[in-house]
T-cell receptor, first 113, second 112 residues
Framework: QQQVKQSPQSLIVQKGGISIINCAYE??????FPWYQQFPGKGPALLIA?????SEKKEGRFTISFNKSAKQFSLHIMDSQPGDSATYFC????????????FGTGTRLTVIP | DGGITQSPKYLFRKEGQNVTLSCEQN?????MYWYRQDPGQGLRLIYY???????QKGDIAEGYSVSREKKESFPLTVTSAQKNPTAFYLC???????????FGSGTRLTVV
């Protein structure tokens, strides 16, 4: 059973456009929601993370929007660049559990010039 | 610089052989994890360890074994019981509270 559902599976965006990736979860005990960026042949690297006490967090061109009542969160990449082309994973964990991260299935983003 | 080192980067195994993947971290993290990555299936947890000499099965532990004799090291053995071992294996570590989750660069295992 997939604890975190992620969509779309793949995304193609023009340079300068906005990339949006969505995730949903069921476990209300989750209280930490990071996003990871992975380039081919490399391990995922933490991009940005949010806790449910805020509805939005922005770091540069990357923004997480969080809707606690809907149990959804999303990543927005503004002014998308070809260098942003990678696979993005959302994840969730609970501080009251074993702290394992549960990952979405990933979104392969391609930004075309 | 602190980080996680996985070795080797590429590994080839004959059917029926056991093989051990290395994972070492110098981040002083208590918790360590092994994930398997297959195309279209994201990251699936194999085993995790919160402290030395203790570890728990994840979602897909069958055919794998681990040990945690030192805080810095968490090797994964892929046994001959694992029927489809070809995959990209990722090791990660974090504080016991789940903070600072950091991944290694992975080992790509191919059965030949």
């Amino acid at each position: 059973q997939q604890q975190v559902k992620q969509s779309p599976q793949s995304l193609i965006v023009q340079k300068g456009g906005i990339s949006i990736i969505n995730c949903a979860y069921e476990n209300t005990a989750f209280d930490y929601f990071p996003w990871y960026q992975q380039f081919p042949g490399k391990g995922p690297a933490l991009l940005i993370a949010i806790r449910p006490d805020v509805s939005e967090k922005k770091e540069g061109r990357f923004t997480i929007s969080f809707n606690k009542s809907a149990k959804q969160f999303s990543l927005h990449i503004m002014d998308s660049q070809p260098g942003d082309s990678a696979t993005y994973f959302c994840a969730a964990s609970s501080s009251t559990g074993a702290n394992n991260l549960f990952f979405g299935t990933g979104t392969r983003l391609t930004v075309i010039p | 610089d602190g980080g996680i080192t996985q070795s080797p980067k590429y590994l080839f195994r004959k059917e029926g052989q056991n093989v051990t993947l290395s994972c070492e971290q110098n981040l002083n993290h208590d918790a360590m994890y092994w994930y398997r990555q297959d195309p279209g299936q994201g990251l699936r947890l194999i085993y995790y360890s919160q402290i030395v000499n203790d570890f728990q099965k994840g979602d897909i532990a069958e055919g794998y074994s681990v040990s945690r004799e030192k805080k810095e090291s968490f090797p994964l053995t892929v046994t001959s019981a694992q029927k489809n071992p070809t995959a990209f294996y990722l090791c990660a570590s974090s504080t016991r509270a789940g903070l600072g989750y950091t991944f290694g660069s992975g080992t790509r295992l191919t059965v030949v």
